[in-house]
């Protein structure tokens, strides 16, 4: 039986908790947090409904907050918490912040990076899938399921 990581679990509540708050805006529910030495420099959801923008995921609006929180592009340093597997587009932007290790919660079989040969994510980057897989998962389809 795998260890369980508890800081793992402790900083993707913190992710689903964003989650939570894309949901009630009506927002695809996606939260994430950027985490550098143990303290959350960034948090984000879902905004692109609300910002009019295909850009404003949670990935992307984290990764800028959290390079202006440090005062420089590179995350490598850093941990991203997010509750859905990045898409491409995110991916991508997490390679060129050469983020250091990215948690994700539940998979995205239609529109995750993992589909994808070679990763588009930097080859430095470490991976954790499955942190609350259930629940990230649980939220998602709820939403859909609301929107059907």
Not at 68 to 76: D, H, P, T
């Amino acid at each position: 039986m795998d260890k369980i990581d508890f800081t793992d679990q402790y900083f993707m509540k913190q992710a689903y908790m964003e989650a939570r708050e894309a949901l009630m805006k009506d927002e695809v529910p996606v939260g994430a947090v950027v985490v550098s030495e143990g303290t959350i420099i960034s948090r984000a959801h879902n905004l692109t409904e609300t910002l009019n923008d295909v850009t404003a995921h949670a990935e992307m609006l984290a990764i800028t907050s959290a390079s202006e929180a440090l005062g420089g592009k590179y995350l490598n340093n850093c941990t991203l918490y997010v509750t859905l597997e990045p898409c491409t587009m995110c991916a991508g932007a997490l390679n060129w912040s050469q983020i250091g290790r990215i948690v994700y919660g539940a998979v995205d079989e239609k529109r995750g990076y993992k589909r994808l040969t070679p990763s588009p994510l930097h080859p430095k980057t470490e991976i954790v899938g499955g942190i609350m897989e259930k629940e990230c998962g649980e939220l998602v389809k709820q939403f859909f399921a609301g929107k059907r």
